[in-house]
């Protein structure tokens, strides 16, 4: 193999096929968590789903709908939509980093679903990634401990994202104080968050000094 490739494989330890495999399906599945609160500000758009109060025909025609839209552009397009038409008062650079932040993360969720493992074994240390089909390892390559920055980044994502569901329902978010319920609409969304966010109370991630 190519020195670029062990360089890349050396910083990171020892793992098994079992790190993967479980790093993995943790992945796909914070991810899973993240489109499902997605799917339920497509249902409330589309008249299925409000304050307590959830119509179980219509929203099961709003799932099936937002499941088959298989092209990410699009989807991005359909919830950028949702937003800009029911969530008014909140600042655009929210709604338009939000989204930003959703795609770079389905980038790499699809980098996750379409790999396969590869196992590296230089300097005698095994060590187990996701690469692309017929593919080495490179810069994209995904190890456990990307997979599992991956799934902290996610929940990020998945807070924010659960805190925009609450407030198109008109429901208190139950991980914002009251004076933060509309402070967390004006900023802009990067990741790591600034120690300052309105979430840091609950966030147990990563943060950059304010």
């Keep these: 193999m190519a020195l670029h490739e062990h360089d890349i494989a050396s910083k990171y330890p020892k793992s098994t096929r079992s790190d993967i495999d479980q790093a993995t399906g943790a992945a796909l599945h914070q991810y899973v968590h993240l489109e499902t609160q997605l799917d339920i500000i497509f249902e409330f758009a589309v008249g299925a789903r409000k304050k307590g109060i959830i119509n179980h025909q219509r929203a099961l025609v709003a799932s099936y709908a937002f499941a088959k839209i298989f092209n990410p552009d699009t989807k991005l397009q359909v919830i950028g939509m949702c937003l800009d038409t029911y969530l008014t008062d909140i600042s655009p650079q929210f709604k338009k980093s939000l989204l930003k932040e959703y795609k770079a993360l389905t980038a790499i969720r699809n980098q996750i679903a379409h790999g396969i493992v590869n196992i590296s074994k230089f300097d005698n240390v095994e060590r187990h990634c996701l690469v692309k089909p017929r593919g080495g390892i490179d810069k994209y390559s995904l190890f456990p401990e990307d997979l599992r920055d991956f799934i902290t980044r996610a929940r990020f994502s998945f807070y924010l994202i659960t805190i925009v569901r609450d407030k198109l329902l008109g429901q208190d978010s139950k991980w914002l104080k ?12 990067v990741y790591p968050p600034p120690n300052t966010h309105p979430i840091a109370s609950i966030w147990n991630g990563p943060t950059t000094p304010a």
């Design 178 to 189: 009251a004076d933060n319920r509309d402070v967390v609409f004006e900023e802009k969304v």
